[in-house]
């Protein structure tokens, strides 16, 4: 199982940034997916998550302003983060993650497989 996240960046505040996340290696129906993020000298926080059954969901710091997506191409899921209105405040390294629990998926425990990180930065 691989993910593969890219798309990070250097913007100003009110800019707009997409992430992509490739996952592939894993039997796609089975699994959640999920944004997170991480700022220096933070815990890893939920950003948005799609269920097993394609309900998507998000923080309330994001809510209106991110929006995620998922696209099934033959053995591969594409993974994307529409990020608008970035705010300093949204700076950290973002991370893509899949996993086959169906529960507490704003939860980091819950998945399993994880990419490496894209870091985003946004300047005021």
């Known amino acids: 199982v691989q993910l593969q996240a890219s798309g990070g960046g250097l913007v100003q505040a009110g800019d707009s940034l997409r992430l992509s996340c490739a996952a592939s290696g894993l039997s796609l129906s089975y699994y959640a997916f999920g944004w997170f993020r991480q700022a220096p000298g933070k815990e890893r926080e939920f950003v948005a998550r799609?269920?097993?059954?394609?309900?998507?969901?998000?923080a309330d710091s994001v809510k209106g302003r991110f929006t995620m997506s998922k696209d099934n191409v033959k053995n591969t899921v594409y993974l994307y983060l529409q990020m608008n209105s970035l705010k300093p405040e949204d700076t950290a390294v973002y991370y893509c993650a899949a996993g086959t629990s169906t529960y507490y998926l704003d939860a980091a425990s819950s998945y399993d497989y994880w990419g490496q990180g894209t870091q985003v930065t946004v300047s005021s």
């Open positions: 799609i269920s097993r059954g394609g309900i998507t969901s998000s």
